[in-house]
């Protein structure tokens, strides 16, 4: 930190990883050494200008950054109130925020001298984009993706196949993330020595979730700039879905020191918050507890078992959450909110028919969390709404749920 | 302070053999039958008994392992339920030490004081938990120690000796030498690398060393014995368990299936000096 402030909310982690109660290194003794050798490697590229220029110069003409900051007229009109922004995330390369991560982290794996990739997915964006910048670099890759989710986002699947990865479905549990997460973790205990384990949200053991967060962050700190040189001044409140929370971390980070921008993450409601199992929130409906390397809020039953969870969105659709956002959580910096599948779907549609963009359902959750702020806040004010991913991959999906497909 | 496990592992140093330690999952694949498991182990030749604390995620387990979990957690196994099984055992058993073995979420739920009580008042003896490595031993480690817990370490291929001070440091009983990188049940790469790598731990430490994931028969035991002042075997047991079921259910099979299993394997054990 260039400028320490010990009432800073853009500190964290310490040293040990945590981000007051949450993060943390809890996993097994075999992958001790490498993700202390990680963490080193990560300082170390931190300060080395040939990485960073590296890393600038693929954002600049692989990914396609900076991403757009546009104003949705017909749905600031639409819905009354606020002036309705999107940070075009999905016009990155692969179609998400996700490269942004994944850039970074391929160039940290070369650095490490492995050979061989893995990685988790939902939804299969982070898979894409791990399968993109593994063809591009050259280096073996292998993505374990929950049967369920292989089978809804099937146009991923493939696109993870012709870009050369192996994806590998798991059939354990509902075959969501979370089943995805544990099979990779087991891959990465058996292959520590060549294998670069690319995760691909803002959660497991540190120091992945600051490491994740600092490749995202670009989000916000765009945002803020060129949000300031169109209306200049801050916006007034921004939003992003939050599953494992890596595009919400990266828009948010910018933003925790202004105390006068409100800032909300929209969780996973699923069918409902009060239906038992039946959503993917779990700051709102979850306590904390340790699972995949960290300390955060997670879905489970009394007895610490934890609990598959449900969402529309297979990228939400996931127990746990990044620490982060459970110390900003606990400290009520943020506000997080549950989103139901129904609420999702209609804010879906209501992109699509407006504003020409499909967004997707993850994405989604946030714009529906923007609807029902927007005509609350005044025609002066303004929201901008982290637009994660496109919905290429979910319109099969969602034509299933809206009768399109007999 | 001598516990259980100092005891035991005197008296197989005395006996000239290394001990048998077996796993088996609390709970699977019923209460009743684990709790009869249990307690036909030591008669088998167990000299020492890891007891599984189901977990619904458990990352560092074989898909052999993870079944057994699931059966136990099918019937309503809980932490509660595994102490009480260890409670029931210590009634008929004051010598044979028990070290529970599982992922910190289910004991931090419960409450890490209150487990810890419970623990010690059911007499258990030690508690290996995977996913607590030496980083995080404000948890759960130093005050397990503190109560009179043992603390037994998992160390690993990766575990150099640059690492090996600061995993040994609140270790306490044994250490559990895992014999490859990779999750239980896998198979053991190299058996020479496995001799080097104890002696290589015993340069830091005094204490005993068990070697354990990838041993399958009384073969394995006395090959991998001849090095080790311990064994571990879990996979091949739980998997015993699993195959002696019809629809999932004991058989008067599953009994019998371990307790043959075990004394095969004490055989071997017995055979690694000679």
Redesign the interface.
């Known amino acids: 930190m260039s400028t320490p402030n010990t009432n800073s909310l853009r500190n964290g982690p310490d040293e040990?990883g945590r981000f007051g109660l949450y993060g943390?290194?809890?996993?097994?003794?075999?992958?001790?050494?490498?993700i202390l050798d990680l963490e080193r490697e990560y300082r170390a590229a931190k300060t080395d200008p040939v990485y960073q220029a590296e890393l600038k110069d693929l954002a600049t003409h692989y990914t396609g950054r900076p991403s757009p900051l546009y104003f949705a007229e017909r749905l600031t009109r639409h819905l009354g109130g606020a002036k309705v922004w999107f940070k075009r995330e999905e016009l990155n390369h692969t179609g998400s925020h996700k490269i942004n991560n994944c850039l970074g982290q391929i160039l940290l794996a070369k650095r490490m001298g492995k050979t061989r990739v893995i990685a988790e997915t939902g939804a299969g964006q982070h898979g894409v984009a791990t399968a993109t910048v593994c063809a591009k670099f050259d280096l073996p890759c292998t993505i374990f993706m929950g049967a369920t989710d292989v089978e809804r986002q099937m146009p991923n699947v493939l696109r993870m196949k012709m870009l050369g990865a192996e994806v590998r479905p798991v059939t354990?549990?509902a075959g969501t993330l979370?089943d995805a997460m544990?099979e990779a973790?087991?891959d990465w205990?058996?292959?520590?020595?060549t294998t670069y384990y690319l995760i691909g949200t803002a959660a497991g053991p540190h120091p992945y979730p600051e490491m994740v967060r600092d490749f995202q962050s670009v989000i916000g700190t765009e945002l803020k700039e060129q949000f300031r040189a169109i209306e200049g001044k801050l916006p007034e409140a921004v939003v992003a879905c939050v599953g494992g929370g890596s595009n919400a971390i990266g828009t948010f980070h910018a933003f925790l020191d202004d105390p006068d921008v409100a800032i909300y993450g929209a969780e996973a409601g699923g069918h409902g918050i009060e239906v038992d199992n039946g959503h993917a929130a779990s700051m709102t409906g979850g306590r904390p507890?340790?699972?995949?390397?960290n300390?955060t809020y997670?879905l489970?039953d009394?007895?610490?078992?934890?609990l598959e969870g449900h969402s529309i969105s297979a990228g939400l659709d996931y127990p746990g959450v990044g620490p982060e956002h459970s110390f900003l959580h606990d400290t009520k910096r943020v506000t997080y909110v549950p989103i139901t599948d129904q609420e999702a779907l209609e804010a879906f549609q209501l992109c699509t028919r407006m504003e020409g963009i499909i967004p997707a359902l993850e994405s989604a959750h946030g714009l529906a969390q923007v609807i029902k702020l927007a005509p609350t806040m005044a025609g002066d004010q303004s929201v901008v709404l982290c637009l994660s991913g496109r919905g290429d991959k979910d319109v099969e999906s969602v034509g299933k749920y809206l009768g399109l497909l007999t | 302070m001598t516990s259980r496990i100092d005891r035991r592992f005197a008296e197989t140093k005395a006996a000239g053999r290394p001990a048998l330690v077996t796993y088996v999952m609390g709970g699977d694949p019923d209460l009743a039958t684990s709790q009869a498991i249990l307690e036909a182990l030591p008669q088998a030749g167990a000299d020492i008994i890891e007891l599984g604390l189901p977990f619904s995620d458990p990352m560092a387990d074989g898909v052999v392992i993870q079944l057994g979990a699931q059966r136990a957690l099918a019937q309503g196994q809980t932490l509660l339920g595994v102490l009480g099984m260890v409670e029931d055992f210590r009634r008929k058993d004051e010598t044979t030490p028990i070290v529970l073995m599982g992922y910190y979420n289910p004991i931090y739920i419960f409450g890490v004081e209150r487990f810890i009580e419970a623990a010690v008042s059911a007499g258990v003896d030690g508690l290996i938990i995977v996913d607590l490595p030496a980083e995080e031993d404000d948890e759960l480690c130093i005050p397990a120690l503190e109560a009179g817990l043992n603390f037994i370490r998992l160390t690993t291929p990766t575990t150099d000796d640059k690492r090996l001070p600061t995993v040994l440091k609140n270790t306490s009983g044994f250490v559990y030498y895992v014999s490859m990188t990779g999750v239980t049940g896998a198979a053991i790469k190299s058996r020479g690398a496995v001799g080097e790598a104890v002696d290589r731990i015993k340069s830091h430490t005094d204490l005993p060393v068990a070697v354990g994931f990838g041993i399958k028969t009384a073969e394995d035991a006395a090959d991998i014995g001849r090095h080790a002042d311990g064994i571990v075997v879990g996979t091949v047991l739980v998997d015993a368990i699993a195959n002696s079921l019809e629809d999932g259910k004991a058989t008067d099979r599953t009994v019998a299936a371990v307790r043959e299993l075990v004394a095969d394997l004490a055989g071997g054990v017995k055979r690694a000096r000679s």
């Not at chain 1, 943390?24 to 490498?34: C, D, I, K, N, Q």
């Not at chain 1, 507890?289 to 390397?293: A, D, E, P, S």
Request: charged residues 20%.
């Open positions: 040990h943390g290194r809890f996993v097994a003794e075999t992958l001790m050494p490498l354990a549990g979370k544990n973790l087991r205990v058996t292959n520590v020595d507890g340790v699972l995949h390397g300390r997670l489970q009394a007895d610490g078992q934890i």
